[in-house]
C-alpha cells in the first residue's frame, strides 16, 4: 500500500470515528439556548429556568414568556448597555410578570431600573401578590417612544407600590392600563413625576385604586411632540397628590417649536367615565393644563369638591378638588358611607346584587350576613388554596359560596362558630362580631399585635358588651375602625346591633387602610 492510499485509509477512518462520537454524544456540540431576559444579574436559559432571588425564586417559562416571582428579592441588576441598567431586564416582544406572595426590587446601582425593556416590549404585571420597588432610578422603564409596543399593564389583583426612586417611578413610552390592580407611588424628593406616559398613549385606569403621590408633577405626558395624550378613567378611585409649591398635578408638555421652545399647542384629554378623581394642588400650583374643553366628565359624575381640575392653589395653601360618581344607583355621592362603598368595590371586596328586585343597587340598609362578612375577609387574603382544611360545621355544605371562606376562618382561628358545629351563615352579623372577626384576621393572617390598652370603658353603652368582644373591640377602636355612632350626640358601640351592608363597607375600608395597608 503507497502512502497516498495509507494517508486516505486514515483521514477516512478519522472521519468516521468523529462522526460516531458525534452521534453518541450530541449533547457536546449541542448549541445552549438563551433567553432575553435576565433577573437579579443572571440570564435564564434551556438549563437554568429558575433562579433563586434570596429566599423566593424567578421562575421562566419561555412557552409563554412568563416569569413568576415567588417571595423573591430582587437587588442586582444586568447593564444591557451603559447607564441602563435592570433588576429584570427583557427584550421580547410581551414579558408577562406573575407576582405571588411578597417581592422586592431594590436595585444595588444607582442607575439601576427596577424593571427595564427594550424596543417595543411590553410588560404585563398580575397575579394575587405585592410587588415592592424601592429606590433605584426608574421604577421600570418601558420601551422605546419611536416603536410600536412600549406599553405597561397592571392587572388582575396585583399590588404595585414604588417608593422615592429618584427618577420617575414608572415610565412606559406609549400606554399605561391599570385594571383591576392597585397602584401606588411615592416620591417624597427630585423633579420627576410619578407616572410617565413618554411618546402618544393613554394612562387607563379600570376598576382599580391609584394613589400617587410626589413632589412634581403625580403624572406626566409627552415629550414635546404633536402626538395625542389621554388619561382615562373608567371607573375605581384616583388620589393624585403633588406638594411642590407651583407644580401641576396633572401635567402634559406642550408642543415645540423648531427652537425647542415650548408652544401654546398642547395635544391632552382628561375623561372620567365613573369612580373618583382627587387632585390635591399644592400652593400656587395648578390641578391640570390640559384645557376645560378638553375634560370629559360623564352625566353621572359631578364635582363634590370644587368645581374644574384647572384650579390653582392659593399663594398660602393649596387646593382639593374631587369628582365622582355614584358607584350604585342607591349610593348617592356624599355621604358617609359612599367613599366606603367604592373603596371595597373597586377592591372586588363587595358588589351590588346582581339579580332580583334589588339587582344593580348595592343595598346599603340591608344587613350582611355573616357567610357574607367570611366572603369578603377571604378575597382579602387572596383567596388561598383550602384543600385539607377542615369543616365542623353542619350548615356550611360543599359548593356554598362561602365555603371555602369559612374552612379558612376556622382554620386560622378567624371564627369557631355558633357552636362547635354551626355558623350559621345565612345569620346576619352584629358590630361586635364584625369586630372580633377583623381583629383576628389581623392577628392570625397578618401576625399584628392586637393588644390593646385603649379605654373604652366611658362610652355610654360599653357594658352591652360581650365578654369575647371586649379585648377585640378595643383594638378595633383604638385603629379609628369603629368610632362610634353619634345619632344621639354621645358615641355609642351599639354591639348587638346588626351591621348594614352600609356599615360593613365602612368598617372594611378603614381595616383595610389602617391594618391591611391596601
Known amino acids: 500500500m503507497n502512502t497516498k492510499n495509507k494517508l486516505t485509509m486514515i483521514i477516512s477512518f478519522v472521519i468516521v470515528l468523529f462522526g460516531v462520537f458525534v452521534l453518541l454524544t450530541p449533547e457536546v456540540y449541542a448549541e445552549t439556548e438563551y433567553y432575553d431576559v435576565w433577573v437579579n444579574g443572571q440570564r435564564f436559559d434551556e438549563n437554568t429556568l429558575s433562579i433563586n432571588c434570596d429566599s423566593g425564586t424567578a421562575v421562566f417559562d419561555p412557552t409563554s414568556d412568563t416569569l413568576t416571582l415567588n417571595d423573591a428579592v430582587i437587588t442586582q441588576t444586568y447593564e444591557w448597555q451603559p447607564y441602563y441598567e435592570g433588576a429584570i431586564y427583557s427584550s421580547l416582544s410581551t414579558l408577562n410578570i406573575v407576582v405571588n406572595g411578597n417581592c422586592l426590587i431594590q436595585p444595588s446601582s444607582s442607575y439601576g431600573d427596577g424593571i427595564d425593556v427594550a424596543g417595543g416590549c411590553n410588560v404585563v404585571i398580575s397575579g394575587n401578590g ?67 406616559s413618554n411618546g402618544e398613549g393613554t394612562i387607563r385606569i379600570n376598576n382599580s385604586i391609584v394613589k400617587i403621590t410626589t413632589l412634581a408633577q403625580t403624572i406626566h405626558f409627552g415629550n414635546g411632540d404633536t402626538a395625542e395624550h389621554n388619561l382615562l378613567i373608567e371607573s375605581g378611585t384616583v388620589t393624585l397628590t403633588s406638594t411642590k409649591e407651583g407644580a401641576y398635578v396633572i401635567y402634559v408638555q406642550p408642543v415645540l417649536d423648531n427652537n425647542y421652545e415650548p408652544t401654546d399647542e398642547i395635544h391632552g384629554k382628561l375623561t372620567i367615565n365613573s369612580g373618583k378623581l382627587q387632585l390635591n394642588v399644592p400652593a400656587k400650583g395648578n390641578g391640570t393644563n390640559v384645557a376645560a374643553e378638553d375634560i370629559n366628565l360623564s352625566e353621572s359624575v359631578v364635582y363634590t369638591k370644587g368645581s374644574s381640575f384647572r384650579h390653582s392653589g392659593s399663594d398660602d395653601e393649596g387646593v382639593t378638588i374631587i369628582a365622582e360618581s355614584n358607584p350604585f344607583p342607591d349610593v348617592p355621592t356624599g355621604k358617609w358611607f359612599t367613599d366606603g362603598i367604592r373603596y371595597v368595590k373597586d377592591l372586588g371586596l363587595m358588589g351590588g346584587y346582581t339579580s332580583g328586585a334589588n339587582a344593580g343597587n348595592f343595598g346599603t340598609n340591608d344587613k350582611i350576613s355573616r357567610g357574607q362578612v367570611v366572603t369578603i ?135 383595610c387602610q389602617s391594618i391591611l395597608d391596601m
Open 130 to 196: 405585592v410587588l415592592n420597588i424601592e429606590g433605584g432610578y426608574y421604577g421600570a422603564y418601558i420601551g422605546a417612544w419611536d416603536v410600536d409596543g412600549s406599553d405597561l399593564i397592571i392587572q388582575n389583583g396585583v399590588t404595585v407600590n414604588v417608593v422615592n426612586t429618584s427618577a420617575a417611578g414608572l415610565w412606559a413610552n406609549h400606554n399605561i392600563e391599570v385594571l383591576d390592580a392597585k397602584l401606588n407611588i411615592l416620591k417624597e424628593d427630585g423633579n420627576y413625576s410619578g407616572l410617565v
Open 377 to 511: 375577609l377571604y378575597r382579602a387574603a387572596g383567596e388561598p388554596d383550602t384543600t385539607g382544611y377542615d369543616n365542623p360545621f353542619i350548615d356550611v355544605p360543599e359548593g356554598k359560596y362561602y365555603t371555602n371562606a369559612i374552612k379558612w376562618a376556622f382554620h386560622y382561628g378567624i371564627t369557631t362558630g355558633k357552636t362547635a358545629t354551626s355558623f350559621d351563615p345565612n345569620g346576619n352579623v352584629t358590630r361586635q362580631e364584625l369586630a372580633v372577626f377583623m381583629a383576628r384576621y389581623a392577628k392570625s393572617i397578618l401576625g399584628k399585635d392586637t393588644d390593646s390598652t385603649y379605654d373604652i370603658t366611658g362610652i355610654a353603652d360599653y357594658s352591652d358588651l360581650s365578654t369575647w368582644a371586649i379585648e377585640p373591640m378595643k383594638y378595633i377602636m383604638e385603629k379609628g375602625i369603629i368610632t362610634g355612632d353619634m345619632a344621639l350626640g354621645y358615641a355609642r358601640i351599639l354591639p348587638r346591633e346588626n351591621a348594614s351592608r352600609a356599615h360593613a363597607a365602612t368598617m372594611l375600608m378603614r381595616f
